[in-house]
Nanobody
Framework: QVQLVESGGGSVQPGESLRLSCAVSERAVTTFTTAWFRQAPGLERLFVAG????????LYSDSARGRFTVSRDDTKNTVFLEMSNLKPDDSGLYYC???????????????????WGQGTQVTVSS
């Protein structure tokens, strides 16, 4: 069974940067879309960014576009989320997820993902 482990979260001030990592136990990242989601307390889990299995397409939420970059290292089965110019609204628990099937599209919906990590906390506050 595929396992995902997120790391890299922390507490930062507005305008600072963080790099999240998602280590995957198998080579699922080159077979299925991998995505990042954020969940703030009491709110639904929201799509942040995703990278398709072929690695040549990415998708970002409106709030992430221009500030965040999703990438991966296939040799390490690891997906990254580089976050810059962080804002308080970026705070939350960040989850890495792998899609149910080898879709040819990056779906920004939790329903299309069936393998999840435990999350890593990001707090942006002055």
């Amino acid at each position: 069974q595929v396992q995902l482990v997120e790391s890299g979260g922390g507490s930062v001030q507005p305008g600072e940067s963080l790099r999240l990592s998602c280590a995957v136990s198998e080579r699922a990242v080159t077979t299925f879309t991998t995505a990042w989601f954020r969940q703030a307390p009491g709110l639904e889990r929201l799509f942040v960014a995703g990278i398709i299995w072929s690695g040549d397409k990415t998708l970002y939420s409106d709030s992430a576009r221009g500030r965040f970059t999703v990438s991966r290292d296939d040799t390490k089965n690891t997906v990254f989320l580089e976050m810059s110019n962080l804002k308080p609204d970026d705070s939350g628990l960040y989850y890495c997820a792998i899609a149910r099937e080898a879709y040819g599209y990056i779906y920004p919906s939790t329903a299309e993902y069936n393998r999840w990590g435990q999350g890593t906390q990001v707090t942006v506050s002055s």
